[in-house]
């Protein structure tokens, strides 16, 4: 009877989740409608208001292009022109709702055409999962605000390649695409190399045969686009523009011009061409079509003169492909290439250390790296559809004193992913920023005002407590200089070195309790923005009355709610709780309960002590935001505790090292540092 119970749990829970998944999709798609018909009329569907609108370009007598605000093919735009006769509510309203439809239609076709073999699982969960990530996309997002025409040829080719029976259907459709999209004539190639010759023929035939209607009909602009703005160069904006993700747009960011730009352009073009396609097709012949059609697309995305935004929808196709043989290192090309699709490029390179070239370029590095370097597994490897597992313990039964807690996971003993926690501690820090500086609210007099009658409250409570040493401890470390430099400097540089360093040397050498600390550092921190949300709190230096001294950031005038340029940079009152001495505190109590050494500890927990000293010294914060964020801490430690059992004992865990054997047995005593009679799950 067991069985039969539990098979009906499991298949109760994936009805759930199915749900759950449809529910999200359906939101979100509901969001960016509203996201747009939100926008006022006169910076919504500015593009589609460009080509069609009372006074856009497709109204007028002359040229298409002489405004260069057409970007499209001559074939577009006698596509496009009998919408001029439409009315503009409801054109918009349509082209919006047409839009999400075709977006839906790009899901539901991929999620179809996955790679085989999936499990019916995985197949009834594709549709969801993708239509939430074109709806979370930027391309699809910048094409619905703008009203481009950009996802029609994705997904013409994927319903060519994939929606319709024979060969003729399929090479129109491409064809027209390529109409649509030049770039997208590269497609042709792959289907002649992979034995469907007839729809490359056909695809070429219909591209040829709309391109010279086009020109017949408009022979002018024909000439225009073709040949004087070489196939849309210069059409949109300068090539040289971060927006233009392709080759030519880099070499132009990066410095040559002219003649010489030209040439090496079209060498790096041929030479993308030529190795993308040909591993295009070994991925088609291996029979993941899906995976080569991305491929293609990330190849045309290089080579083209111009890839905006908007266009770049074929690398988001390339999450298809599996990379890696240990199950550890699996998600780590999807997760990258949805971060790199789904949020602002600042937001994933970090400012200084020479990377502006990397930030600039993302998005073409990450084509070029799916049409030339990133190492698909063949459906054949051993390690297609059962890569190496993780080795992990059976976590202990997790309890607060004779409170038993759900039951806790197995705990992954293997280290995570390097490429994959890079992103995600970048990513989530980045998060934490802009979330931070949102908190400051709208009005900048109002949050002034609000966060000052904080600081009061608080310095009058200190003052019942007898901690109101702020002025006393800021005035006498600023008399002495030495004193005075070395707390600025150890505010300043401390409060991300000594983390990071914990977080790496963790890594290093005891990734299971690396997992453990860094959990509990992402939800300490995630407490600390709900105390930035609601308790806006100036900190003692931006108190005008109390006359501290900005030993850090120097004098600030203090009669201007802005203080300068250091309130764009950073939220001047997320004071409570203090995530300085938060992070501090953190490291000091990972360092007590991992370090071998006593020495060791002993240094971890001055390190708490001196940051405490310095946040209070330098003026930045209260004694009492020091107690919020031991609070915080404490929270999350204890939300660690409840998810994923309790932490390793003093220095016991398991140290494993780097190149250790995955399948090596270990037991779950190794790990927690007490006796277990659990046998371990590898």
């Known amino acids: ?63 298409l292009y002489d405004s260069t605000r057409f970007t499209g093919t001559p074939f577009a735009g006698l596509v496009l022109k009998p919408l001029t006769r439409a009315a503009q509510q409801s054109l918009g309203w349509g082209w919006t709702f047409g839009s999400l439809l075709l977006v839906v239609a790009l899901g539901l076709v991929a999620a179809r055409a996955l790679p ?35 996802i029609i040829p994705v997904v013409l080719v994927l319903l060519g390649c994939f929606g319709v029976r024979g060969q003729g259907a399929s090479g129109l459709l491409i064809g027209v695409a390529a109409a649509l999209q030049p770039t997208v004539l590269l497609f042709a190639p792959l289907l002649w190399w992979t034995g469907r010759r007839r729809a490359a023929v056909g695809a070429a035939a219909t591209f040829a045969v709309a391109t010279a209607l086009a020109w017949a009909v408009m022979p002018h602009d024909a000439y225009a686009y073709w040949v004087h703005h070489l196939a849309g160069a210069g059409l949109g904006g300068e090539a040289y523009d971060d927006a233009n993700q392709s080759l030519h747009g880099a070499l132009l960011r990066v410095g040559p011009a002219g003649p010489p730009e030209i040439v090496l352009f079209l060498a790096l073009a041929v030479a993308v061409a030529v190795l993308g396609l040909r591993r295009a097709v070994r991925y088609a012949r291996d029979g993941q079509l899906l995976l080569a059609v991305a491929v293609t697309g990330c190849v045309a995305v290089a080579v083209s003169p111009t890839s905006w935004q908007h266009q770049l929808l074929w690398v988001l196709l390339a999450v298809v492909g599996r990379v890696g043989e240990r199950a550890s290192s699996r998600y780590a090309w999807p997760v990258a290439v ?84 890079l992103l995600l501690i970048r990513v989530t820090y980045a998060a934490y920023s802009e979330v931070r500086l949102a908190a400051t609210g709208g009005d900048p007099t109002a949050a002034r005002a609000l966060a000052e009658h904080h600081g009061d409250q608080v310095r009058h409570l200190e003052r019942a407590l007898h901690v109101d040493v702020e002025h006393a401890v800021n005035h006498a470390v600023a008399q002495v200089g030495p004193l005075r430099d070395f707390f600025g400097f150890y505010y300043d540089s401390f409060h991300f070195a000594v983390p990071l360093a914990v977080l790496a040397v963790l890594y290093g050498r005891r990734p299971a309790d690396y997992r453990w600390a860094r959990t509990t550092l992402g939800l300490t921190t995630l407490t600390g923005l709900v105390g930035f949300w609601l308790f806006p709190l100036a900190p003692p230096r931006l108190m005008p009355h109390l006359g501290i001294i900005d030993t850090v950031h120097g004098a600030q005038d203090l009669a201007r709610p802005g203080y300068g340029t250091l309130t764009a940079l950073t939220n001047q009152y997320a004071a409570m709780p203090s995530l300085h001495f938060g992070w501090a505190l953190w490291c000091g109590v990972t360092i007590a309960l991992l370090a ?36 915080v801490v404490g929270a999350g430690f204890a939300l660690t505790r409840l998810l994923s059992g309790p932490g390793p004992g003093p220095g016991r865990a398991r140290r494993v090292r780097r190149g250790a054997d995955p399948n090596e047995r270990i037991s779950a005593a190794d790990v927690f540092g007490r006796p277990s009679t659990e046998e371990p799950m590898v």
């Open 116 to 150: 085989q073999p999936v499990t019916r699982r995985t197949s009834l969960l594709a549709a969801p999962v993708a239509i939430s990530l074109l709806m979370l996309s930027l391309p699809v997002r910048n094409a619905l605000h703008l009203g481009q025409t950009s």
């Open 1 to 63: 009877m067991a069985a039969p119970v539990a098979a009906e749990e499991a298949r109760a829970r994936f009805g759930a989740a199915r749900i759950g998944l449809w529910t999200v999709a359906a939101l979100l798609a509901v969001r960016q409608v509203a996201a747009v018909l939100s926008t006022p009329r006169a910076t919504r569907l500015t593009v589609l208001e460009t080509w069609v609108g009372p006074h856009g370009v497709l109204h007028v007598n002359g040229s």
């Open 338 to 421: 949805v971060l790199v699709m789904t949020l602002p490029a600042r937001m994933m390179v970090p400012d200084g250390f020479g990377l502006q070239v990397v930030r600039d370029n993302l998005v073409l590095l990450a084509a070029l790296a799916a049409a030339c370097a990133v190492p698909f597994l063949p459906r054949a490897s051993p390690y297609y559809r059962a890569p190496v597992p993780t080795a992990c313990a059976a976590g202990p039964p997790a309890r607060i004193g004779r409170l038993a807690l759900p039951p806790v996971a197995r705990r992954v003993l293997e280290r995570p992913n390097l490429l994959l926690e």
């Open 596 to 631: 071998p050494r006593r020495w060791m500890r002993a240094l971890g927990a001055l390190h708490p002590l001196l940051t405490v000293s310095a946040i209070v010294a330098t003026g930045n914060h209260w004694v009492l935001d020091a107690v919020g964020g031991a609070a």
